[in-house]
């Protein structure tokens, strides 16, 4: 069992940065996959980011590609997504998730924290 909490959303204006943080609980965090995926409102929830469990590989949404860089540190059991040059079309609700495979689909993970908003004005 794994409990995520996110946290480190807010407003920004565009071309500004934020970071993201997903606290993990549970003492087999570093074997999981990690995930942020995002949902705005009257959209569906799509894939931002996925980091293996050592870290040695991620994969990123073309959207953000270039902009938002995933890491983790397992020994603090977290990670985080750090988002440059934000755009208005990346305010969403933010959600991190554990799975066992790197992969862009949602189905492929197990669970899921609550979310944190990030709102890009213009």
């Known amino acids: 069992q794994v409990q995520l909490v996110e946290s480190g959303g807010g407003l920004v204006q565009a071309g500004g940065s934020l970071r993201l943080s997903c606290a993990a609980s549970?003492?087999?965090?570093?074997?999981?996959?990690m995930g942020w995926f995002r949902q705005a409102p009257g959209k569906e929830r799509e894939f931002v980011a996925a980091?293996?469990?050592?870290?040695?590989?991620?994969n990123y949404a073309d959207s953000v590609k270039g902009r938002f860089t995933i890491s983790r540190d397992n020994a603090k059991n977290t990670v985080y997504l750090q988002m440059n040059s934000l755009k208005p079309e990346d305010t969403a609700v933010y959600y991190c998730?554990?799975?066992?495979?790197?992969?862009?689909?949602?189905?492929?993970?197990?669970?899921w924290g609550q979310g944190t908003q990030v709102t890009v004005s213009s």
């Open positions: 980091i293996s469990w050592s870290g040695s590989s991620t």
């Open positions: 549970g003492r087999t965090f570093s074997s999981y996959t």
């Open positions: 998730a554990a799975g066992r495979a790197t992969t862009k689909n949602s189905l492929g993970y197990n669970y």
